[in-house]
């Protein structure tokens, strides 16, 4: 039979890196909390998550309007707003050309049914018709960009890329 072995006393070289863990451990936990405070000032916690809050540049996620704090429609519109004036954000070929084409046919579709096609009762119903189509197509590529842009923004916090 084998005989018990005392235990041995843990080396120092042991118990610093064991506190550095445990360091480590508290300051991700502080981390988090602050992340979760910031996403509820700042409204955001449905659309972004916590922790790409807390590790942001604190001027890129300015608290939205009074107006905007139960409505997620409009911290949708403000992230979309934001995309544009990142400049660490390029859009993609969709949101590069999609939107100015869907204002172009917008604008083409308005002078179509009011000048080339001005027929009284038709013509108003087509215009209104094409023009809520355009409407959704426009909104849901600008929502697929915003979605882009917040894994973006996600990223970069993750990896720390600087401003």
């Not at 038709?122 to 842009?149: C, D, G, Q, S, T």
């Amino acid at each position: 039979m084998a005989e018990a072995s005392e235990p041995v006393a843990p080396s120092p070289e042991l118990n610093e890196r064991l506190s550095r863990l445990e360091q480590a451990i508290s300051s991700i936990q502080v981390h988090s909390a602050h992340a979760a405070v910031a996403a509820n000032e700042s409204g955001m916690a449905g659309l972004i998550p916590s922790a790409v809050l807390g590790a942001m540049i604190p001027g890129l996620a300015p608290s939205p309007p009074e107006f905007a704090a139960g409505f997620p429609i409009f911290k949708e519109f403000q992230i979309m707003a934001r995309m544009y004036i990142d400049a660490r954000y390029r859009l993609s070929r969709l949101g590069q050309f999609g939107v100015p084409l869907v204002l172009i046919l917008a604008v083409l579709n308005y002078l179509t049914f009011q000048f080339a096609w001005p027929v009284p009762v038709v013509a108003p119903i087509f215009e209104r018709i094409f023009l809520f189509i355009l409407a959704i197509a426009l909104y849901k590529i600008l929502n697929r960009e915003a979605a882009r842009y917040a894994s973006v923004l996600a990223y970069l916090a993750r990896f720390g890329a600087s401003a």
